[in-house]
């Protein structure tokens, strides 16, 4: 009687079906306890369910019976390398190096490959690496077998949460709680994205409210939930740089939006908004990396144009910048043009300093040039025009400061003269 059970056993064991193999095999050796073959089989099922100790068991007791048996000899062995890879494994996720337990579990699986709970350690190692579409397939192949499995059912549940489709994902997670109330990490990742969810939807309701500070807060808590969302996290971190940005907090915007990158740097927004403080802040070349990088990906007609806007700038930004000059910003009336030329034409005239050092009047001299020069711009609207729209001037540094300077005051009702203290004026 005892090989008939062997033999059915043999046979579900070709068909993969191990549950039903073992239980024919394990009838077998109940009948028989001195059947090798019953417990050599046995210890394969076990083996291919990755319980690696019963395996043991069953190989050692064909030994006891067959001391040479080679084919229990070579199992033997398989099961203590499983036993040596779920420890490594164990500690490789204890340490968060979920590669190391990929690796360990594809290993394992090539001994145990019906074992489950491989296999959704496994697939949960790949959802926390970010590899969302391996990590699916693994649990829903299980889940074709098995629609109750808990685990499979958590890891589902944890790939959608970590591409931020989180109502979806605590659907799977109360699923999992349903088929097994103590399963622990869906009910911390349940915990999780629903705080997250509302955490974030508090920095979205108070950033539309205009309450940037609260704003700002609420993301910053946010993004102490979770560490582990990646995509999530670099909305977040994107958000924050948003409410940072109308704060003035334009470094730590810079910041934010680069933490972004970093998680997801197919992230086109993060990329736009820290283009946009680079703008802000002046760093033109950086505006410009970042505004190539949207539009080589989306070659939209609204990227073009802020491409062109950056370039434009930097251009801008390499000439001498007149307004700095004059110390004036970029909308002076030509009445704060002129004023700011009087104040800087007399500061620097090379009169003025004629009892300094050769330094100090070669460098004066220099200012003094430079002032008439973005005066004689600033005070054309032609040149101004064509200066504020980047154009090259014709005749930029053919400048004569002290026909400028002449021309200025004789316009203005009067000459002026220096006394013999340097630096004072009489008109």
């Known amino acids: 009687m005892a090989c008939y059970y062997g033999n059915r056993a043999a046979t579900l064991m070709m068909l993969f079906r191990f549950r039903e193999a073992l239980e024919d095999s394990q009838q077998a050796v109940r009948l028989d306890d001195c059947f090798m073959k019953g417990h050599l089989r046995e210890g394969?099922?076990?083996?291919?369910?990755?319980?690696?100790?019963?395996?043991?068991?069953?190989?050692?007791?064909?030994?006891?019976?067959?001391?040479?048996?080679?084919?229990?000899?070579?199992?033997?062995?398989?099961?203590?390398t499983l036993t040596d890879l779920e420890r490594m494994a164990e500690l490789s996720f204890e340490k968060r190096d979920f590669r190391k337990v990929v690796y360990c579990m594809d290993r394992a699986l090539a001994l145990a490959s019906a074992?489950?709970?491989?296999?959704?350690?496994?697939?949960?190692?790949?959802?926390?690496?970010?590899?969302?579409?391996?990590?699916?397939?693994?649990?829903?192949?299980?889940?074709?077998?098995?629609?109750?499995?808990?685990?499979?059912?958590?890891?589902?549940?944890?790939?959608?949460?970590?591409?931020?489709?989180?109502?979806?994902?605590?659907?799977?997670?109360?699923?999992?709680?349903?088929?097994?109330?103590?399963?622990?990490?869906?009910?911390?990742a349940?915990?999780?994205?629903?705080?997250?969810?509302?955490?974030?939807?508090?920095?979205n309701q108070a950033f539309k409210s205009y309450n940037y500070d609260a704003a700002y807060q609420l993301y910053t808590e946010a993004l102490a939930i979770d560490p582990n969302n990646i995509k999530t996290n670099a909305k977040l971190y994107c958000n924050r740089a948003?409410?940072?940005?109308?704060?003035?907090?334009?470094?730590?915007?810079?910041?934010?939006?680069?933490?972004?990158?970093?998680?997801?740097?197919?992230?086109?927004?993060?990329?736009l908004r820290r283009a946009q403080c680079y703008?802000?802040?002046?760093?033109?070349?950086?505006?410009?990396?970042?505004?190539?990088?949207?539009?080589?990906?989306?070659?939209?007609?609204?990227?073009k144009h802020l491409l062109k806007s950056a370039q434009l700038e930097l251009k801008k930004s390499k000439?001498?910048?007149?307004?700095?000059?004059?110390?004036?910003?970029?909308?002076?009336?030509?009445?704060e043009i002129k004023k700011a030329y009087r104040k800087r034409a007399l500061m620097h005239h090379p009169d003025r300093h004629s009892s300094a050092t050769a330094e100090i009047q070669k460098e004066e001299e220099k200012k003094f040039k430079e002032?008439?020069?973005?005066?004689?711009?600033?005070?054309?609207?032609?040149?101004?025009?064509?200066?504020?729209?980047?154009?090259?001037?014709?005749?930029?540094?053919?400048?004569?400061?002290?026909?400028?300077?002449?021309?200025?005051?004789?316009?203005?009702?009067?000459?002026?003269?220096?006394?013999?203290?340097p630096g004072t004026f009489y008109f």
């Open 115 to 188: 074992c489950h709970r491989f296999k959704i350690l496994k697939a949960e190692c790949l959802a926390l690496l970010g590899r969302y579409p391996e990590a699916q397939s693994v649990a829903s192949d299980i889940l074709r077998m098995d629609a109750t499995n808990a685990d499979a059912l958590y890891v589902r549940g944890l790939c959608l949460y970590y591409e931020d489709c989180i109502d979806k994902a605590v659907q799977f997670f109360i699923q999992a709680l349903r088929m097994a109330p103590d399963h622990e990490k869906a009910r911390l």
């Open 242 to 271: 948003t409410a940072g940005a109308k704060l003035k907090k334009l470094n730590q915007a810079i910041e934010d939006c680069t933490s972004a990158i970093k998680l997801d740097d197919t992230y086109i927004k993060a990329y």
């Open 371 to 421: 002032v008439g020069e973005a005066f004689t711009v600033l005070s054309d609207p032609k040149k101004k025009t064509r200066y504020d729209n980047g154009h090259d001037l014709d005749n930029d540094g053919d400048f004569d400061a002290n026909n400028i300077f002449r021309a200025f005051f004789g316009g203005q009702g009067g000459g002026f003269t220096f006394d013999s203290s």
């Open 44 to 80: 394969k099922c076990h083996l291919s369910l990755g319980n690696a100790m019963a395996a043991s068991r069953s190989f050692q007791k064909v030994l006891e019976l067959e001391p040479n048996n080679r084919d229990a000899q070579h199992e033997h062995k398989n099961a203590s």
């Open 319 to 335: 000439r001498k910048d007149y307004y700095k000059v004059l110390g004036v910003g970029k909308n002076a009336t030509d009445d």
């Open 279 to 303: 703008m802000d802040t002046e760093q033109y070349e950086e505006a410009v990396r970042d505004y190539e990088k949207v539009y080589q990906t989306e070659k939209t007609s609204e990227h």
């Open 190 to 203: 349940c915990r999780n994205a629903k705080a997250l969810k509302a955490k974030k939807e508090e920095g």
